[in-house]
């Protein structure tokens, strides 16, 4: 099956800096790449996903990057702020399965 | 739409008995999952279903059985609590068409379970 592998696991930065967070997938067949994000005690929750048509797709201040042939996605948070301090997950899946195959998580601590 | 729901929010058990976590979603979604996360982890898939009356494995059933009579309802059910059970569950759905890529996964604000 699906292996996703999550870097870092935690991660700090000052506010206004950029956060990158890197995920590594094992299964060239996986084709939609979400990311998560779970405030403490809450429900993951959608902030963007990727498809394997696009190499790169931006909302506001974050970004995905997915590199096929290195089998690779990041997520770029720009000019960060303390409500961006989470836990981010990114997940891998394929046409025609229904795992959402998830990484281990990176928490986020953005320091006013 | 309340969206995706859960109960109850946090539950005790004791080794060896029985209960049913419940999740319910108001949006028409065909897709219905149940993951499970462990501290500091990812979401596990435990089951999953397409659509009212079917329902499959994913990667971490064992323990769990799942039952879907209705789009809008998906139990899972404990039968033989273990600690090793204990977790934060969750329910997620997602709309049924898969070729318009509509692969979202919505989720529910989960059940902390602790197994003692």
């Known amino acids: 099956g699906e292996n996703v592998e999550q870097h870092p696991s935690t991660l700090s930065v000052q506010e206004g800096d950029s956060a990158v967070i890197k995920c590594t997938y094992s299964?060239?067949?996986?084709?939609?790449f979400p990311w998560y994000k779970q405030e403490l005690g809450k429900r993951p929750q959608l902030i963007i996903d990727?498809?394997?048509?696009?190499g790169e797709k931006k909302d506001q201040r974050i970004a995905v990057t997915l590199n096929k042939t290195a089998k690779h996605f990041s997520l770029h948070i720009t000019e960060t702020q303390p409500e961006d301090s989470a836990v981010y997950f990114c997940?891998?899946?394929?046409?025609?399965?229904?795992?959402?195959?998830f990484g281990t998580g990176t928490r986020l601590t953005v320091i006013p | 739409n309340a969206g995706v729901t859960q109960t109850p929010k946090f539950r005790i058990l004791k080794i060896g008995q029985s209960m049913t976590l419940q999740c319910a979603q108001d949006?028409?979604?065909?897709?219905m999952y149940w993951y499970r996360q462990d501290p500091g982890m990812g979401l596990k898939l435990i089951y999953y279903?397409?659509?009212?009356?079917?329902?499959d494995k994913g990667e971490v059933p064992n323990g769990y059985n799942v039952s879907r009579s209705t789009t809008e309802d998906f139990p899972l059910r404990l039968e033989l609590a273990a600690p090793s059970q204990t977790s934060v569950y969750f329910c997620?759905?997602?709309?049924?068409?898969?070729?318009?890529?509509?692969?979202?996964?919505?989720f529910g604000p989960g059940t902390r379970l602790t197994v003692l």
């Open positions: 997940a891998a899946s394929k046409t025609g399965a229904n795992n959402l195959f």
């Open positions: 990727i498809r394997s048509n696009v």
């Open positions: 299964d060239s067949a996986s084709n939609y």
């Open positions: 997620a759905s997602s709309p049924s068409s898969r070729l318009a890529g509509t692969d979202t996964q919505y």
């Open positions: 949006m028409n979604h065909n897709y």
């Open positions: 279903s397409v659509g009212a009356g079917i329902t």
